[in-house]
Protein backbone atom coordinates (compact mmCIF):
# COMPACT_ATOMS: atom_id res chain seq x y z
CA UNK A 1 0.00 0.00 0.00
CA UNK A 2 1.18 3.45 -0.98
CA UNK A 3 1.88 5.86 1.93
CA UNK A 4 0.61 9.36 1.49
CA UNK A 5 3.08 12.13 0.36
CA UNK A 6 3.82 14.54 3.31
CA UNK A 7 6.08 17.50 4.32
CA UNK A 8 8.70 16.81 6.70
CA UNK A 9 10.49 19.53 8.60
CA UNK A 10 13.92 18.43 8.97
CA UNK A 11 15.54 20.48 11.62
CA UNK A 12 17.83 18.00 13.70
CA UNK A 13 15.32 15.68 15.28
CA UNK A 14 12.29 17.13 14.67
CA UNK A 15 10.18 16.87 12.12
CA UNK A 16 7.03 19.26 13.00
CA UNK A 17 7.60 22.79 12.21
CA UNK A 18 6.89 25.75 14.08
CA UNK A 19 8.04 28.98 14.00
CA UNK A 20 10.24 28.89 16.93
CA UNK A 21 12.10 26.14 15.31
CA UNK A 22 12.64 28.36 12.39
CA UNK A 23 13.82 30.41 13.98
CA UNK A 24 16.13 28.76 16.32
CA UNK A 25 17.41 26.79 12.54
CA UNK A 26 17.96 30.11 11.22
CA UNK A 27 19.70 31.94 14.17
CA UNK A 28 21.69 28.81 14.27
CA UNK A 29 23.23 28.93 10.65
CA UNK A 30 24.79 32.12 10.96
CA UNK A 31 25.57 32.07 14.88
CA UNK A 32 29.44 32.61 14.08
CA UNK A 33 28.55 35.54 11.73
CA UNK A 34 30.20 38.22 13.32
CA UNK A 35 29.44 40.75 11.07
CA UNK A 36 27.78 44.57 12.28
CA UNK A 37 24.70 43.63 10.11
CA UNK A 38 23.71 40.29 11.99
CA UNK A 39 25.01 41.16 15.53
CA UNK A 40 22.77 43.95 15.49
CA UNK A 41 19.92 42.04 13.87
CA UNK A 42 19.71 38.84 16.21
CA UNK A 43 19.90 41.32 19.44
CA UNK A 44 17.03 43.06 18.46
CA UNK A 45 13.45 42.45 20.33
CA UNK A 46 11.09 41.12 17.91
CA UNK A 47 8.24 38.49 17.05
CA UNK A 48 10.31 34.95 16.05
CA UNK A 49 7.76 35.29 12.65
CA UNK A 50 8.90 38.49 11.84
CA UNK A 51 12.85 37.66 12.10
CA UNK A 52 11.91 35.01 9.53
CA UNK A 53 10.57 37.39 6.61
CA UNK A 54 13.22 39.73 7.30
CA UNK A 55 16.08 37.92 7.20
CA UNK A 56 14.56 36.11 4.02
CA UNK A 57 14.44 39.99 2.92
CA UNK A 58 18.28 40.11 4.10
CA UNK A 59 19.47 37.37 2.09
CA UNK A 60 17.29 38.17 -0.85
CA UNK A 61 15.37 34.85 -0.20
CA UNK A 62 11.95 36.33 -0.30
CA UNK A 63 9.16 34.34 -2.47
CA UNK A 64 8.66 38.12 -4.60
CA UNK A 65 7.90 37.77 -8.20
CA UNK A 66 11.56 38.02 -9.77
CA UNK A 67 12.97 35.56 -6.97
CA UNK A 68 10.08 32.96 -7.96
CA UNK A 69 10.61 33.11 -11.83
CA UNK A 70 14.56 33.29 -10.88
CA UNK A 71 14.01 29.69 -9.36
CA UNK A 72 12.17 28.26 -12.44
CA UNK A 73 8.16 29.09 -10.80
CA UNK A 74 6.00 29.98 -13.34
CA UNK A 75 4.48 33.43 -12.57
CA UNK A 76 1.76 35.78 -14.53
CA UNK A 77 4.18 38.97 -14.72
CA UNK A 78 6.89 39.76 -12.47
CA UNK A 79 5.44 43.32 -11.99
CA UNK A 80 5.10 44.87 -8.48
CA UNK A 81 1.42 43.92 -7.18
CA UNK A 82 2.02 47.28 -5.35
CA UNK A 83 2.48 49.66 -7.54
CA UNK A 84 2.05 47.55 -11.11
CA UNK A 85 4.87 50.28 -12.50
CA UNK A 86 8.36 47.79 -11.91
CA UNK A 87 9.43 44.62 -11.50
CA UNK A 88 8.20 42.83 -7.92
CA UNK A 89 12.56 42.52 -7.04
CA UNK A 90 13.13 42.40 -2.63
CA UNK A 91 14.40 45.80 -3.30
CA UNK A 92 11.81 47.41 -5.13
CA UNK A 93 8.56 45.48 -3.20
CA UNK A 94 10.38 46.92 0.23
CA UNK A 95 12.14 50.27 -0.61
CA UNK A 96 11.69 51.48 -3.73
CA UNK A 97 7.81 50.89 -4.71
CA UNK A 98 5.65 54.01 -4.22
CA UNK A 99 3.81 51.74 -1.57
CA UNK A 100 6.32 50.89 0.26
CA UNK A 101 7.92 54.53 0.27
CA UNK A 102 4.67 55.47 2.04
CA UNK A 103 4.87 53.27 4.78
CA UNK A 104 9.21 54.61 5.17
CA UNK A 105 8.19 58.12 4.88
CA UNK A 106 5.80 57.81 7.77
CA UNK A 107 8.10 55.51 10.09
CA UNK A 108 10.53 58.67 9.31
CA UNK A 109 7.88 61.49 10.34
CA UNK A 110 6.76 59.55 13.19
CA UNK A 111 10.58 59.09 14.36
CA UNK A 112 11.61 62.90 13.50
CA UNK A 113 14.70 61.85 11.25
CA UNK A 114 15.32 62.29 8.07
CA UNK A 115 17.27 58.80 6.40
CA UNK A 116 18.55 58.19 3.09
CA UNK A 117 16.33 56.08 1.97
CA UNK A 118 18.61 52.99 0.76
CA UNK A 119 17.81 50.39 -1.85
CA UNK A 120 19.77 47.68 -0.68
CA UNK A 121 18.17 45.56 2.10
CA UNK A 122 21.43 45.69 4.44
CA UNK A 123 22.06 48.86 4.17
CA UNK A 124 18.90 49.98 4.71
CA UNK A 125 18.44 48.06 7.75
CA UNK A 126 22.20 49.07 9.40
CA UNK A 127 20.41 52.86 8.32
CA UNK A 128 18.40 52.34 11.91
CA UNK A 129 21.44 51.16 14.00
CA UNK A 130 22.32 54.81 15.18
CA UNK A 131 26.06 55.84 15.64
CA UNK A 132 26.68 56.41 19.56
CA UNK A 133 22.87 56.14 20.27
CA UNK A 134 22.16 54.13 23.74
CA UNK A 135 21.90 50.23 22.83
CA UNK A 136 18.02 49.83 24.38
CA UNK A 137 17.40 52.95 21.50
CA UNK A 138 18.94 51.17 18.84
CA UNK A 139 17.65 47.65 19.41
CA UNK A 140 13.99 49.76 19.42
CA UNK A 141 15.35 51.34 15.75
CA UNK A 142 15.94 47.71 14.56
CA UNK A 143 12.84 45.94 16.27
CA UNK A 144 11.19 48.55 14.51
CA UNK A 145 12.26 47.91 10.93
CA UNK A 146 12.20 44.31 11.24
CA UNK A 147 8.41 45.01 12.13
CA UNK A 148 7.73 47.29 9.13
CA UNK A 149 9.65 44.75 6.86
CA UNK A 150 7.26 41.66 8.05
CA UNK A 151 4.03 43.63 7.99
CA UNK A 152 4.80 44.89 4.32
CA UNK A 153 5.51 41.41 3.21
CA UNK A 154 1.94 40.36 5.30
CA UNK A 155 -0.02 42.96 3.41
CA UNK A 156 1.19 42.43 -0.05
CA UNK A 157 -0.27 38.82 0.54
CA UNK A 158 -3.30 39.71 1.87
CA UNK A 159 -4.06 41.64 -0.99
CA UNK A 160 -2.94 38.74 -3.12
CA UNK A 161 -5.12 36.38 -1.52
CA UNK A 162 -7.50 37.91 0.21
CA UNK A 163 -8.02 40.62 -1.94
CA UNK A 164 -7.55 43.32 0.65
CA UNK A 165 -6.96 46.93 0.07
CA UNK A 166 -3.81 48.47 -0.45
CA UNK A 167 -3.14 50.58 2.76
CA UNK A 168 -0.11 52.35 3.64
CA UNK A 169 -1.49 53.70 6.39
CA UNK A 170 -2.67 50.22 7.92
CA UNK A 171 0.59 49.12 7.54
CA UNK A 172 2.41 51.49 9.35
CA UNK A 173 -0.19 51.60 12.28
CA UNK A 174 -0.22 47.73 13.16
CA UNK A 175 3.62 48.30 12.95
CA UNK A 176 3.32 51.07 15.48
CA UNK A 177 1.11 48.93 17.48
CA UNK A 178 3.12 45.14 17.31
CA UNK A 179 6.63 47.23 18.41
CA UNK A 180 4.75 48.29 21.07
CA UNK A 181 3.05 45.28 22.30
CA UNK A 182 6.40 43.72 21.79
CA UNK A 183 9.02 45.89 23.77
CA UNK A 184 6.75 46.68 26.91
CA UNK A 185 6.12 42.77 27.25
CA UNK A 186 9.45 42.22 27.07
CA UNK A 187 11.48 44.78 28.70
CA UNK A 188 10.55 45.43 32.03
CA UNK A 189 11.75 49.53 32.12
CA UNK A 190 9.18 49.97 29.23
CA UNK A 191 6.14 51.32 31.25
CA UNK A 192 4.70 53.77 28.42
CA UNK A 193 1.68 53.94 27.51
CA UNK A 194 0.04 53.27 23.47
CA UNK A 195 -0.65 57.11 22.81
CA UNK A 196 2.53 58.06 24.22
CA UNK A 197 4.70 55.71 22.23
CA UNK A 198 2.73 57.04 19.22
CA UNK A 199 3.09 61.05 19.77
CA UNK A 200 6.80 60.53 20.94
CA UNK A 201 8.43 57.48 20.18
CA UNK A 202 12.17 59.13 21.20
CA UNK A 203 11.09 60.14 24.38
CA UNK A 204 9.41 56.35 25.01
CA UNK A 205 12.71 55.03 24.09
CA UNK A 206 15.38 57.07 25.89
CA UNK A 207 12.59 56.41 29.28
CA UNK A 208 13.85 53.14 28.98
CA UNK A 209 17.87 54.03 28.53
CA UNK A 210 17.32 56.31 31.65
CA UNK A 211 15.75 53.97 34.17
Not at 34 to 61: C, D, G, H, Q
Not at 134 to 153: E, M, S
Not at 166 to 187: C, G, M, N, P, R
Request: proline share 2%.
Amino acid sequence: MISEDKWVWKDGDSVEYSVNSTYGFLKSVIEGESSSLYNFFWKTKALPSAYITAWRVLENKIATKVNLARRGVTVDSTVCFFCREIEETTSNLFFECKVALLVWNLCYDWVGMKWANHLESASHFLHFNLIDAPAAINLAFGNIWITLVNDIWHHRNKHIFKGAVIDHSEIFSLAQLKVWSWVTSKDPLACFSFSDWCLDPLVCMFSIKNK
